[in-house]
């Protein structure tokens, strides 16, 4: 046995020993490290049935407007591209669409749609492919899922079939930030996805990472998403910079495909694509457990264990995403977005009529008191 196996094996032990027991960090124990493979500019995986090999670290088109951000990814070797039709109202598909003009064999690009009637949803994926510049879209993604009723649905799966067998879609998914797990099992049995984009990161429970490695045994590609948790920029904390860390603790799962950070600046890409074929330290695990603590009370870092405790089936984590997209990100655009939501605006209403909050946060969320916050952000002005 080589002393650099022995050194990982004594690592991951004193890791173990180290975290057990602190709910902090859930998932560690057990979890593979993986190997450092010096030089190598990029780990790409296979993503699930589809067989499209994504770099482990893609990119979240999500916030960034800035063409030199996605050029750097491209020359850092990023080939994987999420974006969605409602981000900055459609000028964010625009962005990648004129990015890779030219060079579109050698990208993958992920967008969504939302449920409708079939011309809604007909004139959004044309709309998608007329920005993205493309007669192609190679995974379409259904936005924002939080039943299991959903993940089944035979009207999506129609739709779904009907965009595949008329080449617009190669492959097709769904995309949740609540109840992951409950769909990722649904999902499994399904078998009506072959991509699932879920929210998964170093605060969430073993349940989920179970979930996660069901689906992707039955198939599913996992992309993870709102893997650092709360977009935090440093100087906000005081000097921490747990992302990097954050990236590669999701990626110690190897059921994963690959993750989606969202990046604004070429550093942050950089940051970033520097993760890939990383290990895990010691140290990454301290600045996690410092980051959970810099969490705790501020933000739901979406860790699905309240999922279904409103009493009036509100898909509260939904609206607490909106406070954190004001207080990590900073992004009041995303807010306006989130106004031309109608369920969510209709959820708000519920919230502010209900005397008494049910959902008990496990991370010290004060989850009535976010809520007003809510109504305060989403108030139309
Ligand atoms: S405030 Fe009431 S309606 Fe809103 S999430 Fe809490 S229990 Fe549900
Ligand atoms: S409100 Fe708290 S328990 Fe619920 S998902 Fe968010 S962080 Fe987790």
New binding site residues.
């Given amino acids: 046995m080589s002393s650099n196996k022995m050194d990982r094996r004594k690592f991951m032990k004193n890791v173990s020993a180290t975290v057990l027991g602190i709910a902090t960090i859930p998932w560690l124990e057990g979890t593979s490290f993986g190997k450092s493979e010096q030089g190598a500019k990029v780990e790409q995986r296979t993503l699930g049935k589809t067989g499209l090999k994504v770099t482990s670290v893609s990119m979240g088109v999500m916030n960034c407007s800035d063409p030199a951000v996605l050029q750097r990814a491209f020359d850092l070797g990023i080939n994987f591209y999420d974006t969605a039709d409602c981000y900055m109202g459609g000028r964010n598909e625009e962005l990648v669409g004129k990015a890779f003009e030219g060079k579109r064999q050698q990208v993958f690009i992920q967008t969504k749609v939302h449920d409708g009637d079939e011309k809604k949803m007909r004139a959004s994926v044309e709309r998608s492919l007329r920005r993205l510049r493309t007669e192609y879209i190679d995974v379409l993604i259904w936005h924002n899922f939080n039943s299991t009723k959903e993940v089944s649905d035979p009207k999506l799966f129609e739709f779904m079939t009907k965009m595949k067998k008329e080449g617009k879609a190669r492959f097709t998914g769904f995309s949740s930030h609540s109840n992951m797990a409950s769909l990722l099992k649904e999902a499994s049995q399904s078998n009506q996805h072959d991509v699932a984009l879920v929210s998964y990161n170093f605060t969430h429970s073993k349940n989920l990472k179970e979930a996660v490695a069901l689906a992707a045994k039955s198939g599913i590609g996992i992309v993870a998403m709102k893997t650092q948790s709360g977009g935090y920029k440093k100087e906000k904390m005081g000097g921490l910079n747990p992302h990097q860390a954050a990236l590669k603790y999701v990626l110690t799962d190897q059921n994963v495909s690959c993750a989606v950070p969202g990046v604004t600046t070429v550093e942050e890409i950089e940051e970033c694509a520097a993760v890939m074929r990383t290990l895990l330290t010691e140290q990454n695990i301290d600045e996690l457990k410092r980051y959970h603590g810099f969490l705790r009370g501020r933000i739901c870092t979406f860790c699905g264990g309240c999922s279904g405790?409103?009493?009036?089936?509100?898909a509260?984590q939904d609206?607490l995403r909106v406070v954190a997209y004001h207080e990590g990100y900073g992004e009041d655009r995303l807010i306006r977005e989130a106004l031309e939501d109608k369920e969510l605006a209709k959820?708000i209403q519920?919230?502010s009529?209900?005397?008494?909050?049910?959902?008990v946060c496990r991370r010290g969320l004060d989850?009535?008191a976010q809520?007003k916050v809510v109504q305060t952000l989403l108030r139309p002005s």
């Fill in positions: 405790e409103c009493s009036y089936g509100v509260h609206l959820n519920l919230c009529d209900c005397s008494s909050c049910s959902v989850v009535k809520m």
